[in-house]
């Protein structure tokens, strides 16, 4: 089955605690996203990349970190200095680099203990 | 104001009735538009992706779009409660952007 796989589906962070979000892709897409969703306030875009080993900051990229070395793998690294990590994190991707349709994974939940 | 407003709903609907969700926006520059329909805890899932003005129709789904009036629309025939779900527009800036409303939540009851 081709598509975008996202782990772990649940996720705990204890305070000071980086975390790593899995996602990959085996539909051959150039361009992967990460956003973020919260209630009320629609879909965030964390970080993208349009190739291996390039990626550009979102609109809320402050306390997160991305590595883009394989074509299908785009994981994206919560770090320490994210103070409100509590949300539903999806991972996205595009068979263009124009984006103009992306394709989502199931999503990861992030939870702060 | 926000680039694309989108009425939160909940909307609550019986079968077989027709649901039209809409949503507006502000930046004449959006160039493709999409939606996408979100089961709880589940990814978003493209429904519709459109380019220029007018219908298109995929099975019991329709989306409209008028750029003269910066609106789209996403009418579904015939809803089942399946169809009970979050339904999000989205469209691409000139930089290839997407940018998302904030969803409409749909409640089809039997």
């Known amino acids: 089955d081709g598509g975008i796989t996202q782990s772990p589906k649940y996720l705990f962070r204890k305070e000071g605690q980086n975390v790593t979000l899995s996602c990959e892709q085996n539909l051959n897409h150039d361009a992967m996203y990460w956003y973020r969703q919260d209630p009320g306030q629609g879909l965030r875009l964390i970080y993208y990349s349009q190739i291996v080993n390039d990626f550009q900051k979102g609109d809320i990229a402050e306390g997160y970190s991305v590595s883009r070395e394989k074509k299908e793998s785009f994981p994206l690294t919560v770090t320490s200095a994210q103070k409100n990590p509590t949300a539903f994190y999806l991972c996205a991707s595009s068979p263009r680099t124009s984006g103009t349709t992306q394709y989502f994974g199931p999503g990861t939940r992030l939870l702060v203990l | 104001q926000k680039e694309v407003e989108q009425d939160p709903g909940p909307l609550s609907v019986p079968e077989g009735a027709i649901v039209s969700l809409n949503c507006t926006y502000s930046?004449?520059?959006?160039?493709?538009f999409m939606w996408y329909r979100q089961y709880s805890r589940k990814g978003p899932e493209l429904l519709m992706y459109?380019?220029?003005?007018g219908n298109k129709e995929d099975g019991r789904f329709t989306a409209q779009v008028d750029k003269s009036s910066k609106y789209i629309s996403l009418f579904i025939r015939d809803s089942q409660p399946s169809d009970s779900a979050t339904y999000l527009c989205?469209?691409?800036?000139?930089?290839?952007?997407?940018?998302f409303g904030t969803g409409t939540r749909l409640q089809v009851f039997p």
């Open positions: 930046n004449s520059a959006f160039q493709y």
């Open positions: 989205a469209m691409s800036d000139p930089a290839d952007k997407l940018i």
């Open positions: 459109t380019y220029s003005s």
